[in-house]
């Protein structure tokens, strides 16, 4: 009979493990870089607070997916990964942000319209139940439907079901090259369906900035078919408004635009969905029934970021 | 009133189906697993349907398992325990398609290959094309959270739906997800993706659609070995290259495929890679030529590029036949399904065939190779004395190589009843105990797909048991399998 296949935490993992403890140690959370506080709801009083451990522990470029620390820094992450032109394609709008952090608070990046959504990216798990054991969600591999997507679970969890200690991620080839550009007062939907597979698709309510990704020749083509539509100048990206984030069913963009012009400064990512804005947004005001029974039954005494998620 | 009249007295009584030759016809799925019983098996043709079917199936106390189009290969929508077997076949319709949004709301029972045909007019396509797309559900193909060959870039089912609407274990109505990005909370949508019936069943999807790529380069590099052609994997995506699909066929795969379809492959080789590129023509004119460097340099004797459409499609009318092919070989087979990390292809792959010829048995790989995603087809005569045990033993030290190379059990088809009692070799009982708590959470009376996915007992003593026992739940039968 076969023994369970497993690389021996590491003792930072162990660590993380003592630190979040048993039942008996009470309530708990981690912090990484505190850029998404605003978003997810208010911590009860007197959680604990604690950090995960940092690092890229593993990094083999031939498998395209990296292992490190939840507690590592964004930048830090893509400096490894970019050694062998690769990339994990969070894109963080503060480079500060820990992996840990972006996964909990489940912060897709703005390249999502063409390389997927957060969840998508994490592969495993290193996590901590109610119970103190350290468990393993998902596999070291790309591709895994063994049991239930408790990897998907914890994304975007903001740390209500068990704190995340350590990570796999899926990589990509880095592009050859990137080149954002800007057109004014143009329908930012006919700019996304003239483009075969556009990283970005950003509008202000007069700007469209379109980041384009590939091989020259290709984004070339690309922003010939965009001439066509009309002037189209080379740009260095916008900054994304980082106080609050909508999110917005992409057809209903056009519809509530004047409203949100009002409020402030705001740039909504085309075919996505996601509105960066300079107001705080509204958090949520309570959980669903079967919210509430998933975070019953794994994790009875609240002791995971009590509040966060009305939960 | 009993079980039946209470469902005959919402549903059209048609549409329910109590003879037992009609039970007969939903006892198993695609696999060889032991076929079982319905009590009644319901055809529905809408939500409201579903959940009449649920509640009456509460109100009777009866299990209820979800079927598509029963192409699964885990046992997945086999009727355990004399079931209510809710049908989705008959919800099949495509209900409308956002053009701008490039997304299609769709009934569970709409076929893979249908929606992406419904759609090829506008330039778009659904990206998860599994090898039985042409007769499995989107329903179904959420239940298992699909994959196929050109999932290794695009991803599989779950990053391709945004929303669900859901009949939960309860009878209560629920949609999960949304066409906003990230409702509020926790991602529900993607926990019941891939839960294989045992939370819920989906009544209506929206799926996201893809831009279908202006060019493609389609690629057959032939190896001398195995070995080599894995070698060539890792190759291509340390140059940098993901492509849209990276499949393996073996040489007795090649021979059985080649009498089969006709497509000119190299019967000859050892093993050939099949890759595809798409994109703008820059891109995959450069990265086809640097998959042809790299496939040479791992040791490929050829690089043969399609030349046109009728061409390419040949080249995966053979790799998705693969299946059909080996009737020429031995009547019976038993389909295998694990991932291991890409960079253990070569060695694992030389495990797979040392252990089927330890136990004398005729091996044939066709798999997802950029994935990592295995599939040993192991054939063999049923009629042959001892020949079960064999198979079984094989696939059991199979499973073991693959788990011991830092793999997983299944990378697409799903645990159902085939892997369930293997769960114990990935998952810790801590682990089992977290997925059966969170499966308690949609189903506290575990009414929807019972025993399947977890062991019996998961998170007890019992488990370590179970898994000395060679697949006890999955005895071969005497039919074949259509894939």
Not at chain 1, 239 to 260: C, H, I, K, Y
Not at chain 2, 37 to 53: K, N, Y
Not at chain 2, 132 to 146: D, E, K, L, P, R
Not at chain 2, 204 to 213: E, F, G, Q
């Amino acid at each position: 009979m076969v023994t369970l296949q497993r690389l021996k935490p590491s003792s930072a993992l162990r660590a993380f493990v003592d630190e979040v403890g048993d039942p008996s140690t009470g309530a708990v959370t981690v912090l990484g870089a505190g850029n998404h506080w605003q978003y997810g709801g208010e911590l009860d009083r007197d959680v604990r607070v604690i950090r995960a451990p940092s690092g890229v522990v593993q990094f083999e470029p031939s498998e395209m997916i990296v292992r490190c620390g939840a507690g590592t820094s964004y930048q830090e992450l893509n400096n490894v990964l970019a050694s062998a032109n690769q990339c994990c394609p969070l894109d963080p709008v503060s480079p500060d942000s820990t992996i840990g952090g972006l996964l909990a608070a489940g912060m897709s990046g703005h390249r999502r319209l063409r390389f997927g959504a957060a969840r998508d990216l994490l592969l495993e798990a290193q996590f901590v139940d109610a119970n103190g054991h350290l468990l393993r969600a998902g596999a070291p591999v790309v591709k895994n439907v063994s049991g239930y997507d408790v990897c998907r679970l914890l994304v975007g969890s903001f740390g209500t079901l068990g704190p995340i200690g350590e990570v796999v991620l899926r990589c990509r080839p880095a592009p050859e090259l990137s080149r954002w550009c800007v057109i004014e007062h143009h329908d930012p939907v006919a700019i996304r369906a003239r483009l075969f597979q556009p990283s970005c698709v950003l509008w202000d309510g007069a700007r469209v900035w379109i980041l384009l990704e590939g091989y020259q020749a290709d984004i070339e083509h690309e922003i010939n078919t965009l001439r066509a539509l009309g002037a189209v100048d080379s740009s260095s990206g916008p900054s994304l408004p980082t106080r609050g984030r909508l999110a917005v069913d992409p057809n209903e963009f056009a519809d509530l635009a004047p409203e949100w012009t009002k409020r402030g400064k705001w740039i909504a990512e085309v075919g996505v969905g996601t509105v960066h804005t300079d107001w705080q947004t509204p958090r949520r005001t309570a959980a669903t029934p079967l919210e509430r029974s998933i975070k019953h039954q794994l994790d009875p005494t609240r002791r995971f970021s009590p509040g966060r998620l009305e939960l | 009133m009993d079980l039946i009249s209470d469902l005959r007295a919402h549903l059209d009584p048609t549409r329910v189906l109590s003879h037992p030759i009609e039970r007969l016809m939903y006892s198993r799925d695609a696999s060889t697993i032991t076929p079982a019983s319905p009590e009644v098996v319901c055809l529905v043709t809408s939500a409201e349907e579903i959940q009449h079917c649920v509640q009456t199936a509460i109100r009777h106390d009866h299990p209820i398992t979800t079927r598509g189009s029963g192409t699964g290969l885990a046992g997945g929508s086999v009727p355990l325990n004399s079931p209510v077997v809710v049908v989705t076949t008959k919800m099949n319709r495509l209900l409308s398609i956002d053009v701008d949004q490039r997304t299609a709301e769709v009934e569970p029972g709409l076929l893979n290959l249908d929606l992406s045909r419904h759609v090829a007019h506008l330039g778009l396509h659904y990206a998860p094309d599994p090898s039985s797309q042409q007769s499995c559900s989107i329903g179904g193909n959420i239940a298992t959270n699909a994959g196929g060959p050109h999932c290794l870039n695009a991803g599989v089912t779950s990053a391709h739906v945004l929303a669900i609407d859901v009949i939960l274990p309860s009878g209560e109505s629920l949609t999960l997800g949304g066409s906003a990005p990230d409702p509020d909370g926790l991602d529900v949508r993607g926990t019941f993706i891939g839960s294989e019936g045992t939370m819920g069943i989906a009544a209506r999807i929206v799926v996201r659609l893809m831009p279908t790529a202006p060019f493609v380069v389609t690629q057959l590099a032939a190896f001398p070995t195995i070995r080599q052609a894995s070698e060539g994997v890792s190759a291509i995506i340390a140059a940098g290259i993901l492509p849209s699909a990276l499949e393996m066929m073996d040489a007795n795969c090649i021979v059985a495929v080649e009498q089969f379809a006709h497509a000119g492959l190299p019967t000859d080789a050892g093993a050939v890679l099949l890759v595809e590129v798409d994109g703008l023509y820059a891109g995959t004119t450069h990265e086809s030529t640097l998959i042809e460097q790299a496939c040479l340099a791992a040791g490929a004797t050829s690089v043969r590029t399609a030349q046109s459409p009728d061409e390419r499609a040949l080249l995966w009318k053979a790799r998705k036949s693969a299946f059909g092919a080996i009737a020429n070989i031995k009547p019976n087979y038993y389909l295998h399904d694990a991932v291991v990390p890409r960079t253990k292809l070569a060695d694992v792959m030389e495990g797979v065939v040392r252990i089927a010829t330890e136990h004398e048995l005729i091996v044939l790989n066709v798999f997802h190779a950029g994935d990592g995603n295995l599939h040993p087809l192991l054939v063999f005569d049923k009629r042959e004395p001892g020949i079960e045990a064999r198979v079984h033993a094989a696939g059991k030290a199979i499973v073991e190589l693959c788990l011991a190379a830092g793999g997983a059990l299944s990378g697409e088809h799903g645990i159902g009843l085939e892997k369930r009692d293997y769960m114990g070799l990935m998952f810790t009982d801590a682990e089992l105990d977290f997925q059966r708590r969170l499966r308690n959470a949609f189903d506290p009376d575990v009414r929807c797909n019972p025993e399947k996915v977890l062991p019996i007992g998961s998170g007890c003593g019992e488990v370590s048991q179970l898994h000395s026992t060679d697949f006890p739940s999955a005895h071969i039968t005497d039919t074949g399998a259509w894939i």
